[in-house]
Each structure stands twice: as C-alpha cells, then as structure tokens.
T-cell receptor, first 114, second 110 residues
Framework: DGGITQSPKYLFRKEGQNVTLSCEQNLNHDAMYWYRQDPGQGLRLIYYSQIVNDFQKGDIAEGYSVSREKKESFPLTVTSAQKNPTAFYLC?????????????FGAGSRLTVL | AQRVTQPEKLLSVFKGAPVELKCNYSYSGSPELFWYVQYSRQRLQLLLRHISRESIKGFTADLNKGETSFHLKKPFAQEEDSAMYYCALSLGGATNKLIFGTGTLLAVQP
C-alpha cells in the first residue's frame, strides 16, 4: 500500500512527557507537512519541509519540533511545552504540480494527554 | 494576512437539491485554490483545484478574484456526497505553504 504511513494511530501521554509521531512516505515527494485538526478549527499548519534537512515553522509551531534527515521521513515531536497537545495530527506529503503542491494525506494520529 | 474562510460549519440539503459550499480567501498574491474532501472513515483527499477547470464527481468551483471566492457547487446532491469539505489556499512560490479553512460538513438527507 503506497502512500503515507502515520504511527501510532492512537497515543496516550502523561503531562510533562515528550512524544514523537512518525510519518513515512514512499511517494518520492519532496515536501512534507504536519497539520493539527481540532473540531471547529479545521487544519492548522504546524511545520512543513520543502526539502531534506530544511523545514519551516507553520502557524502553530510553538511546543513542537521536527526533523527531516531523510526524504521519506518527517517525525513530529510534541514537547511538554505544548499547552494543549490533545488533538488529531495529520501528516501529508506534497508534489509540485503547475506551481503549487498537491497534498496526499496520512490516516492521522490521535494524541491524548492524560 | 492570508486567510481562508468557510462561513458554514454545517450544510444540510435533501438528495437532488443544489449544493453550494462557500469559500472566501484573503491573499495579496496570485491565489492557487483547492477543495479537499474527507469522507467518513477515509483520508483527506484532493477533490479539485481551480486551474484544472474540471468537474469532479459533479462538483465544480470557479475562482472569482473580484469577490475573492472559490465556492464549490453541485447541481444535484447525492447521499454519497456527505462529507467534510475543506477549502485550501496555496501561497506557492518558495514556501508552497497550504492554508486550510475550518471546513464545512455537508449532510445530504435522503
């Protein structure tokens, strides 16, 4: 099954702990994105990466960190500094088409902080 | 600031009725706009983009730069159209940042 794989699907964390969400793609896409999906707020961009070893902050990057050491992988760490981490997290990869990236999404990871 | 606005959280129509999901954007550059759809228990996926100028599953969307709108329309709704619809704006250029609206849940009643 080609595409984007996010793991784990469900994750529980105690307050004060960091947690890392995995995102792997085999689509050979250069760009990768992390979004947070909350009811009534749509998708908000956390971080994105256009190329290996480079990434940019999105609109709500505080309390999160990422790395892009390989083209296929874009893990997201939710740190203890994130004040409201309970959410549904979506990873996407993008390929350029006619001047803009078209995104392919993963199935998501639901993080619950206890 | 760049922004995408979808004013309706929920749109409920009867099967066979016309559908219009509203989307307005704020962007000083040349906009590239998309509609993404998420059916129940499926992944978010691309429905259509404005430069394609094509109809997908009977849906069309026209970019109106004067009104800064990109409304999604379908003349006759089907029950299988029930889903969450997101309008998205690509800033393109070097960033290729994609901004989403808050989404509209379309419920097509039998």
């Amino acid at each position: 099954d080609g595409g984007i794989t996010q793991s784990p699907k469900y994750l529980f964390r105690k307050e004060g702990q960091n947690v890392t969400l995995s995102c792997e793609q085999n689509l050979n896409h250069d760009a990768m994105y992390w979004y947070r999906q909350d009811p009534g707020q749509g998708l908000r961009l956390i971080y994105y990466s256009q190329i290996v070893n480079d990434f940019q902050k999105g609109d709500i990057a505080e309390g999160y960190s990422v790395s892009r050491e390989k083209k296929e992988s874009f893990p997201l760490t939710v740190t203890s500094a994130q004040k409201n981490p309970t959410a549904f997290y979506l990873c996407a990869s993008g390929h350029e088409s006619s001047g803009a990236n078209v995104l392919t999404f993963g199935a998501g990871s639901r993080l619950t902080v206890l | 600031a760049q922004r995408v606005t979808q004013p309706e959280k929920l749109l409920s129509v009867f099967k066979g009725a016309p559908v219009e999901l509203k989307c307005n954007y704020s962007y000083s550059g040349s906009p590239e706009l998309f509609w993404y759809v998420q059916y129940s228990r499926q992944r978010l996926q691309l429905l259509l983009r404005h430069i394609s100028r094509e109809s997908i599953k009977g849906f069309t969307a026209d970019l109106n730069k004067g009104e800064t709108s990109f409304h999604l329309k379908k003349p006759f709704a089907q029950e299988e159209d029930s889903a969450m619809y997101y309008c998205a704006l690509s800033l393109g250029g070097a960033t290729n940042k994609l901004i989403f609206g808050t989404g509209t849940l379309l419920a097509v009643q039998p």
